[in-house]
């Protein structure tokens, strides 16, 4: 397998595609060009590759899930199937399935709500639940639903596709882009059942007033139509099997190198330049970079029209989110069951929202609990038997004031020993633990080891605007045809991640990636993946087999070669205190992934 540290990069000869970045919707698109026959490069900032998908590792013993917590669509024939189908990759990667009566439980003062993996048991619950709202969950559900299969179906494009799409989707002409609050108080719908049907938006961070109703009927089909799953083996496996088929098919991943800019000539991309001034050329580059520092650092305002950095400085970055990754000494399968908890301290889920965009955070936070131990008990690398690992999450603000950062670590600011954002980062650590503990009783008792992660901390490792893990906020003026499709103004120079038209998560980033390497060979690869293309060899690929480290497959090789100033970093790297993690223990350097500090 070719893939290497920043040292190791050569152009002796051309790439024909380079790719910035190495999240799904990267490493996706660089496999799909890779076994489409490009010869592929990508470049990635961080020591492993993955970005918001990949795990890190503790004490040697506790392995916690940065991004991947639950992926719909990975049934047969699901889209994730085929993605990974086309890639010469079925059968390689396992998913566990969640409580398909509960892949998540929704908590509230005074009530609690399973969501079953079925719409037809959803409304019945729902209606189960608030009886006097029939009339109302049935037109609202119905609506959501017939979006829904209208999404599943595809919205054309072009002249021609758009001109039909009144009779192809009428109700996503309709009521798609309408804010899903609108649709509630259209179907007369009580505080309460709108905070239940919207209780999973964490996964997108948008308020009812902002998110478009198409949005969310996508977000629920994804999980109700087939039900939730968990990659056997971790998040890290999908990054790993990707790095897996480029290095196989033809192509390199590299870690540990920063692209400083896009090479631009006479309008067109050439390459890039590295931080260390190197040189890396080819005809075609694929930012999955954060999209405002793409344009505005990489490829730079003097290569911009007015009007469109007018646009990119508008755009809204999704809110930020704050994580605490705990490891147990007990094993939290027994008292909690297969689901996702999503807890909030009351039904106003917009103040909820409002708050952590005005930068103010009540007393009590809405919380995401989760557990790899819990979806894939038999994951050696999660936690020591009899142990558990859990991660507890919400949203926050992502302006640097909140966090009392000047600068942000993306323009080089430290913030280690910067004691007003430990205090803040300390209280809010506390505040999810306390909720979390209401969920699982008796959990503090069983707390040997805790870290937490800010927004500060994902600029620093994804270099993102706002600590932004979503991209770009999923909102009604956001979406649609006013997202940023693959293709740009600059020819050669192609979009991919989670602020294109195909959205965020596992599955979108995938998508996208598929999307970009399309529009990049110029062949409908989603047409050719649906009547059953397989474009990548089996027979090449390596990952996978009872020793087989994902994490390990998803670095750069022990002991490659070095530049003495590479050295010199790295040894004054090694005389620094390590970050303080909340806990006892101190990280090892070979530790030192994504969510510390």
């Known amino acids: 397998m070719d893939h290497a540290d920043a040292a190791s990069v050569h152009d002796?000869?051309?790439?024909?595609?380079?790719?910035?970045g190495a999240g799904l919707g990267g490493l996706t698109c660089a496999a799909y060009l890779t076994t489409g026959g490009l010869r592929t490069l990508v470049l990635e900032q961080n020591q492993v590759a993955g970005g918001c998908s990949q795990v890190f590792r503790r004490q040697g013993k506790y392995e916690f899930d940065v991004g991947v917590h639950y992926v719909g669509d990975c049934h047969p024939g699901g889209t994730m199937s085929t993605i990974l189908r086309g890639l010469g990759l079925a059968g390689r990667i396992e998913f566990a399935e969640l409580d398909p009566d509960g892949y998540s439980t929704l908590v509230f003062p005074d009530l609690t709500f399973r969501v079953p993996?079925?719409?037809?048991?959803?409304?019945?619950?729902?209606?189960e639940?608030?009886?006097?709202?029939?009339?109302?969950?049935?037109?609202?559900?119905?609506?959501?639903?017939?979006?829904?299969r209208e999404l599943d179906r595809g919205i054309p494009t072009g002249i021609g596709g758009l001109l039909s799409l009144p009779l192809r989707a009428p109700a996503t002409m309709l009521f798609g882009m309408l804010p899903l609050a609108r649709l509630y108080d259209a179907c007369g719908l009580s505080p309460l059942a709108r905070a239940v049907i919207s209780g999973e938006s964490g996964d997108y961070a948008c308020p009812p007033s902002r998110t478009p109703v198409a949005l969310h009927a996508g977000f629920l089909h994804h999980y109700l139509k087939a039900g939730a799953y968990y990659p056997r083996g971790g998040g890290q496996v999908l990054a790993a099997h990707l790095v897996d088929v480029i290095a196989t098919h033809g192509g390199q991943v590299h870690t540990n190198v920063r692209v400083e800019r896009i090479l631009i000539e006479r309008g067109r991309a050439t390459g890039v330049r590295l931080e260390d001034g190197r040189m890396l050329h080819a005809p075609v580059v694929v930012s999955n970079a954060d999209i405002k520092r793409t344009y505005l650092e990489l490829v730079g305002r003097e290569h911009l029209p007015a009007r469109t950095i007018r646009r990119i400085e508008g755009y809204r970055m999704a809110l930020p989110l704050f994580s605490v990754y705990l490891g147990l000494d007990i094993d939290v399968a027994d008292r909690m069951p297969n689901t996702n908890y999503w807890c909030y301290p009351h039904a106003d889920v917009e103040a909820l929202y409002q708050a952590a965009s005005d930068s103010k955070l009540s007393e009590e936070l809405p919380v995401f609990i989760s557990s790899a131990s819990v979806k894939d008990p038999d994951n050696k690398h999660t936690a020591p038997r009899g142990h558990s690992t859990l991660e507890v999450m919400t949203v926050v603000p992502p302006h640097y004031r909140f966090w009392d950062i000047t600068d942000g670590p993306a323009a080089g600011e430290t913030y280690s020993g910067n004691l007003e954002y430990l205090a803040v980062k300390e209280k809010l650590t506390e505040a999810l633990i306390d909720a979390a503990a209401r969920v699982i009783p008796g959990l503090r008792d069983h707390i040997v080891f805790q870290e937490a992660s800010t927004p500060i901390t994902q600029e620093r490792f994804t270099?993102?605007?706002?600590?932004?893990c979503y991209g770009l906020e999923l909102a009604t003026d956001q979406m649609g045809p006013r997202r940023p499709r693959p293709q740009t103004a600059i020819r050669g120079l192609y979009l991919t991640g989670a602020s294109t038209?195909?959205?965020?998560?596992?599955?979108?980033?995938?998508?996208?990636?598929?999307?970009t390497a399309a529009a990049v060979l110029r062949r409908d690869l989603f047409a050719e993946l649906r009547s059953g293309r397989v474009l990548g060899d089996p027979t090449r690929l390596t990952a996978g087999g009872p020793d087989w480290d994902p994490l390990m497959a998803s670095k750069p090789r022990a002991g490659a070669r070095t530049t003495g100033r590479e050295r010199r970093a790295a040894s004054r790297a090694a005389k620094r205190?390590?970050?303080?993690s909340g806990s006892a223990a101190t990280a090892t350097a070979g530790d030192m992934t994504p969510h510390q500090g």
């Open 129 to 148: 639940t608030f009886p006097a709202e029939e009339r109302g969950l049935r037109r609202g559900i119905g609506i959501l639903h017939r979006i829904a």
């Open 577 to 580: 205190p390590a970050p303080s």
């Open 501 to 515: 038209i195909f959205c965020h998560g596992i599955l979108g980033s995938m998508n996208g990636g598929v999307g």
């Open 12 to 20: 002796d000869h051309p790439w024909d595609a380079i790719v910035i």
């Open 117 to 127: 993996a079925d719409w037809n048991r959803y409304l019945a619950r729902l209606i």
């Open 463 to 468: 270099l993102s605007s706002g600590g932004a």
